[in-house]
């Protein structure tokens, strides 16, 4: 198969988004007309679970198809380790254009960024300053678009408040709209698109006049994640006392039956002392910065119907794990297993490929089974489940069979049978889940109060 037979892949992921936020899960949710046109083009998942609630591990896992426990990387301090097989990988090998745009936290071996032709880097605090394990503020491919200078004055307030769970605190802001990363961010991935599209790759030798390369995008949202800031448009659209707060159980943490460990966490995020505005503020911040990212998204998805791209691009959007945001009289994440901070919103969409329109399944599945059902949709491999062949017959191993004409060392069905995910149902004709798998620390003394 040549390489322009396949498909573009974007991968949209927000950082910290649980799934209640968006009203397509929940009434104390928001609107996201991006996202619920996103959902009417594909499959919805109502029970989408990140493998692990902290970025890094989840990050590891999405990319690898693979668990913490299998990965090792079980916590923010251990990004993607050497040698894995992950997507960008696979993809660089298959003659993709690659990038990722927005924020990394996964990939700091020199080996593993030198996969992505086009890479720039904005987190919390704004452009990459290589003061954070894994930031690497340099670009690759592509300069930025918005002009540093406007990036960093939009920043500026959000960078004072760097640290913490951001519990409590929150900013409305009147910097440059264009330079908060939920803008920065789509504006980059639109002059990436227009010049994919022109067939250029990112190697300096510009344009060729039409799309040879198909590409393979990462397109990482640093929010809703704190620091909590906003700017001033935003927050008109989400007034905290037009929001839904979520309901509480009183006295849920003097329960007896409460695990010490739950407990500790309430201790270390509790909202207790706020009063009810205070607490509507926050939440409604946290709500605005995803709304924020949701305009982003639509720029994204106008962007490939412009260029005629949509059709031959799937489309899949994802958390890396989720945020109490009010939830449990809590703001912040912990290691624990909430529905806010272990379920995600999750959405694949390819029409032209075959992927069901305006579908939702409510079965099981883990954020690991994306990379697999990308391949498979792709048509790089198959990854129904095959069985070792008849008595008699020549042997051969089962599991997936590579389908494209590669000589590739990488893409064999020795290697893919590493991944750990599974084919997403209604995605594929894979059968529903009945159970989807979380995992969260990494040994050491018990957590106790």
Request: with cysteine; net charge negative.
């Amino acid at each position: 198969m040549a390489s322009n037979q396949l498909p573009n892949v974007v991968f949209i992921i927000a950082d910290q988004m649980k799934w209640s936020a968006l009203r397509m899960y929940s009434n104390i949710g928001i609107e996201t007309p991006a996202l619920e046109r996103l959902a009417h083009e594909g499959v919805r998942f109502e029970n989408g679970i990140t493998p692990h609630p902290l970025c890094v591990p989840a990050r590891v896992s999405m990319m690898t198809s693979r668990f913490a426990h299998s990965t090792g990387a079980r916590r923010n301090e251990t990004l993607m380790p050497p040698g894995e097989l992950h997507a960008f990988r696979i993809w660089k090998d298959l003659g993709y254009t690659t990038g990722l745009i927005g924020k990394n936290h996964c990939f700091i071996q020199r080996s593993d960024l030198e996969t992505l032709d086009v890479r720039l880097e904005i987190s919390h605090g704004g452009l990459s300053k290589d003061d954070y394990l894994g930031e690497d503020p340099s670009v690759q491919g592509m300069e930025w678009v918005t002009p540093v200078e406007v990036i960093e004055e939009s920043h500026s307030s959000r960078s004072n408040m760097r640290g913490g769970s951001g519990a409590g605190n929150y900013i409305v802001s009147d910097h440059h709209l264009d330079g908060y990363s939920s803008s920065a961010i789509p504006t980059q991935v639109e002059s990436f698109l227009e010049r994919a599209a022109n067939g250029d790759t990112f190697d300096g030798n510009g344009e060729t006049g039409g799309q040879e390369k198909p590409f393979a995008i990462q397109v990482s949202f640093p929010d809703p994640h704190a620091p909590n800031e906003v700017p001033r448009k935003y927050a008109e659209m989400i007034p905290p006392d037009s929001i839904s707060l979520p309901p509480l159980r009183k006295g849920e943490f003097e329960d007896p039956k409460a695990p010490e460990r739950n407990k500790v966490v309430y201790e270390m995020l509790n909202l207790e002392g706020k009063s009810e505005d205070e607490v509507r503020n926050i939440v409604a911040t946290y709500l605005a910065m995803t709304r924020f990212v949701d305009d982003g998204i639509g720029r994204i998805l106008d962007k490939l119907d412009e260029l005629g791209l949509r059709e031959n691009t799937i489309v899949v959007f994802t958390a890396d794990h989720g945020d109490f945001a009010g939830e449990h009289n809590m703001f912040g994440k912990g290691g624990v297993y909430y529905d806010s901070l272990v379920r995600v919103p999750y959405i694949v969409s390819w029409p032209d490929g075959g992927v069901l329109q305006s579908a939702v399944n409510d079965s099981p599945v883990s954020t690991i089974d994306l990379l697999p059902t990308i391949l498979h949709l792709s048509g790089v491999a198959d990854f129904n489940s095959y069985p070792l062949d008849e008595p008699g017959q020549e042997t051969s191993s089962p599991g997936p069979r590579v389908l494209i004409d590669t000589n590739s060392e990488l893409i064999t069905s020795e290697s893919l049978r590493r991944l750990q995910g599974k084919l997403l149902p209604t995605v594929t004709n894979s059968s529903e889940r009945i159970a989807a798998f979380s995992e969260y620390g990494t040994g050491g003394p018990d957590f106790t109060l």
